[in-house]
């Protein structure tokens, strides 16, 4: 494990930095916080339930102990109809600390603007200018907020990783995740957002387009639609009603917007509250109704098949499809999850009864042969319990 010392911000995200730096994000960028940890922590059942597991991943049979060690997890956390029945931890992971979750933010984001929806305070069918200004000359000048939730913004940009010269490094900039540069111009989120052009056709909800950058501009719409800072909000309405136990925050920019596509924080167990949240129809431990049963239910059911066969992630789900911010997987249980990068998960399968919530410090950033491994092992390990 890296030593704190050795940790900055032009490195954090980087292994072995990361075995560090992902469970305490905020010694390195600015965090607005959402929720307190609760004086007594969780009762782990330890990982007898998975010690005579084996998964069967590219022909070779290997221990789930095994696999979890090889994929860089530093937590897993497994519930069944909605209790605990199985976690594990890497030796240098906290599970008491948050860690961050990277793109799951996305789906937390999309939970939140079901609610503001629920509450009559935004339309899903409003151009994205009723709530936050961009120029006509903006790819989001004239996108819905639909598009926003279904990432069928026609948008030019690349998820460029590791390029330090291209829109993504000032992405990052824009949302102080790299260091600025001299020779550059310091902007906010939201003047980042109103440069990105739209692509040559600038045809709007017809592909499926993986673009961060949308659902960073939806957290800035829930926050404009309800009148309310996006860390207020979503730990008033979602998180302390869904029953969390532990601290929670979001990392925000130079003036406190939220990284609502990236940013948040929590503990893997309140992850896997959220992907029990969803699996109850968006109902809380107590049986009330925290995200509307109907937005839930659009979002397991609905979604454009042809939007995502057209897209640039058909291959991840080849009977998959995306809808307000969640994957629906395309198997035959209507299994569903969040994906981050670096091996962040959680995963529902309703038939089984079975959430399973997954973060990691995987070196590759996106990984396609790590990303089919896990779909594959996620979904056999929700088969055997």
């Known amino acids: 494990m890296a030593m704190r010392g050795d940790v900055n911000l032009s490195n954090w995200r980087d292994h072995p930095f990361s075995t560090l730096s992902f469970q305490s994000v905020s010694e390195f960028v600015p965090v607005a916080t959402m929720t307190a940890p609760k004086e007594q922590p969780e009762v782990s059942v330890g990982s007898a339930l998975l010690d005579d597991l084996s998964l069967q991943l590219g022909g070779v049979s290997k221990n789930v102990v095994d696999h979890l060690r090889s994929s860089y ?3 897993l956390v497994i519930l069944r109809d909605g209790e605990r029945i199985a976690d594990w931890r890497a030796a240098h992971c906290d599970p008491e600390w948050p860690h961050v979750i990277f793109s799951i933010s996305k789906s937390v984001t999309g939970l939140l603007a079901g609610i503001a929806a629920g509450e009559g305070l935004l339309d899903p069918d409003a151009p994205i200018t009723r709530y936050v200004p961009m120029p006509q000359s903006s790819a989001y000048g004239t996108a819905r907020v639909r598009d926003l939730l279904d990432m069928t ?4 940009f690349e998820e460029e990783y590791t390029d330090r010269d291209s829109a993504f490094d000032r992405y990052r900039r824009a949302m102080l995740w790299n260091p600025e540069r001299a020779d550059t111009t310091a902007q906010t989120m939201e003047e980042f957002l109103a440069t990105l052009p739209p692509r040559a056709g600038g045809d709007h909800g017809k592909r499926f387009y993986y673009a961060s950058p949308n659902t960073d501009l939806l957290g800035l719409v829930v926050e404009r639609a309800v009148g309310r800072r996006y860390h207020d909000y979503l730990a008033e309405r979602l998180l302390k009603p869904m029953g969390a136990t532990g601290a929670s925050y979001v990392t925000v920019d130079r003036v406190g917007t939220a990284r609502a596509a990236g940013g948040i924080c929590i503990t893997v167990a309140d992850l896997a509250r959220l992907g029990e949240l969803v699996r109850n129809g968006g109902r809380g431990p107590a049986g009330q109704e925290i995200v509307p049963s109907g937005w839930i239910d659009d979002l ?7 939007a995502w066969v057209d897209g640039n992630f058909a ?8 809808r307000s911010c969640w994957y629906q997987v395309g198997d035959a249980n209507g299994s569903f999850c ?3 990068i670096h091996g962040q998960w959680v995963w529902t399968d309703p038939v089984r009864r079975i959430t399973i919530a997954k ?3 995987r070196p590759d950033a996106s990984d396609d042969a790590a990303t089919a491994r896990e779909i594959s092992a996620l979904g056999q390990l929700a088969a055997s319990l």
């Open 338 to 340: 969040g994906v981050g």
């Open 359 to 361: 973060t990691s410090s």
């Open 315 to 322: 291959d991840m789900f080849a009977d998959g499809r995306y």
């Open 153 to 156: 913004v026609d948008v030019e």
């Open 300 to 306: 397991l059911k609905n979604g454009d098949r042809q």
């Open 73 to 75: 997890t530093d937590a």
